[in-house]
């Protein structure tokens, strides 16, 4: 039962241009929405995250835009840096600040 | 420490042996979870501790794996007669406390391989 899903294993975008990252999920009951980056042998750091009753935060170039009736969450990146090449994890948060994270999209910028 | 602390970095062992993996979180931290990643997969819930008491040991995959926490900081998560499936990164992570919007801080994680 995967209730959250990024369905796109990878992106290649070239640098200064928009990223945006999709995400699903069925839990109705998440109340929270993060967006978590991951470098090879490091752990996840968070990135950003949303409210369940907000539908858009930004946070320097990184907005997240959540569409309830849809169920589904989309991370963009303006504009995208050679840096920002990693592994973004979607996650929703249940009661006791639980975690359900997706598979993960790997982000290529090219310089 | 300034992050989570997590030991081996590194675990090569061989199928039925038993290991024991470290986690010392942000102190202050009351928090703790554990997450596994296993090759090309998102991160798997296995187990979360508010203090010593663990409310949601839902994600074990089986009786194999146990964890504990001790003085309201270490964590150790054992897993007993390991088979090659357990091969994954072990991830610890801890909370702010009433920090409830679900931003955990992660260690870098113990890569376990079961030979």
């Known amino acids: 039962d995967q209730q959250v899903k990024q369905n796109s294993p990878s992106l290649s975008v070239q640098e200064g241009r928009i990223s945006i990252l999709n995400c699903d999920y069925t839990?109705?009951?998440?109340?929270?929405f993060l967006w978590y980056k991951k470098y090879p042998a490091e752990g996840p750091t968070f990135l950003i995250s949303?409210?369940?009753?907000?539908d858009k935060n930004e946070d320097g170039r990184f907005t997240v835009f959540l569409n309830k009736s849809a169920k589904h969450l989309s991370l963009h990146i303006v504009p995208s840096q050679p840096g920002d090449s990693a592994v973004y994890f979607c996650?929703?948060?249940?009661?006791?600040?639980?975690?359900?994270f997706g598979g993960g999209t790997r982000v290529l910028v090219k310089p | 420490g300034a992050g989570v602390s997590q030991s081996p970095s590194n675990k090569v062992t061989e199928k039925g042996k038993d290991v024991e993996l470290r986690c010392d979180p942000i102190?202050?931290?009351?928090?703790l979870y554990w997450y596994r990643q296993s090759l090309g997969q998102g991160l798997e819930f296995l187990i979360y501790?508010?203090?010593?008491?663990?409310?949601?040991k839902s994600g074990l995959p089986s009786d194999r794996f146990s964890a504990e926490r001790t003085g309201g900081s270490v964590s150790t998560l054992t897993i007993q007669r390991t088979q090659q499936e357990d091969s994954a990164v072990y991830l610890c992570?801890?909370?702010?406390?009433?920090?409830?919007?679900?931003?955990?801080?992660f260690g870098e994680g113990s890569r376990l391989t079961v030979l």
């Open positions: 992570a801890s909370r702010i406390p009433g920090l409830n919007t679900g931003e955990l801080f």
């Open positions: 839990n109705s009951m998440f109340d929270y």
């Open positions: 949303i409210s369940s009753i907000k």
């Open positions: 996650a929703g948060k249940a009661a006791g600040n639980k975690l359900t």
């Open positions: 102190s202050g931290h009351t928090a």
């Open positions: 501790f508010q203090g010593n008491s663990a409310p949601d």
